[in-house]
């Protein structure tokens, strides 16, 4: 079955630092990939999207690759602040056979310390 | 501007009883979700639809009956509520089907089932 593993445990940097985050996921093979940031007691916050034929894409402070090969995205906020402080969760097209949905991560928690 | 908001932010109800949980967006989109989020943070598709037209209806209990009365509204009724629907629901919109459009998520409603 389809599977989207992010790292469950919080990620601590300092203030400054780059944080990079990671989204892997098997038996799936995407043609889209979505980075969204949940802040507590509200809803998730769309940041990125990158389509497969896509290797990198760049937002301000914000950097997001998708490689198809290794199955993986990795989600970089260059100079980190406190304020970047958050969950982000990754989400990716259902199978191709399926119907039009996203299916999310349960997230990564990123703690920046000023 | 509230773009996609939803009522009430809480809702505490005993087990047994009926509820509906109301959702609008303002931003002009032609699709609408309904999303659940458990205590895992994992946020799971359970409805869509598509200018009044229901796309996408996950293995959900028919004790929860969505209902779409325009295109700017989506609403959700849960039906003899058990402890097991506690959740936050989120609503969300984008202006097309897939995963290619960006979703724009409401603030939640926290439902706690006693």
């Known amino acids: 079955s389809q599977k989207i593993e992010q790292n469950s445990e919080a990620l601590n940097i300092q203030e400054g630092k780059t944080a990079t985050l990671t989204c892997n996921y098997t038996n799936y093979s995407p043609a889209y990939l979505q980075w969204y940031r949940q802040d507590p007691g509200r809803g998730p916050v769309f940041l990125l999207l990158i389509r497969e034929n896509e290797k990198e894409k760049r937002k301000e402070r914000l950097k997001v690759t998708f490689d198809t090969t290794l199955k993986q995205s990795l989600f970089h906020i260059t100079a980190s602040q406190p304020a970047d402080s958050a969950t982000y969760l990754c989400a990716l097209d259902a199978p191709r056979d399926s119907s039009y949905k996203l299916i999310f991560g349960s997230g990564t928690r990123l703690l920046v310390r000023p | 501007d509230t773009a996609v908001s939803q009522t009430p932010k809480y809702l505490v109800t005993q087990m047994g009883n009926d509820k509906s949980i109301k959702c609008e967006q303002n931003?002009?989109?032609?699709?609408m979700y309904w999303y659940k989020q458990d205590s895992k943070k994992f946020l799971k598709i359970m409805f869509s639809y598509n200018n009044k037209e229901l796309i996408i209806n996950e293995t959900v209990p028919n004790r929860f009956s969505p209902k779409s009365p325009d295109k700017a509204h989506l609403n959700l009724h849960i039906n003899s509520l058990e402890l097991g629907d506690s959740a936050v629901y989120f609503c969300a919109s984008s202006t097309g089907q897939g995963a290619s459009y960006e979703q724009y998520f409401g603030p939640g409603t926290r439902l706690t089932v006693t």
């Open positions: 931003l002009g989109h032609d699709t």
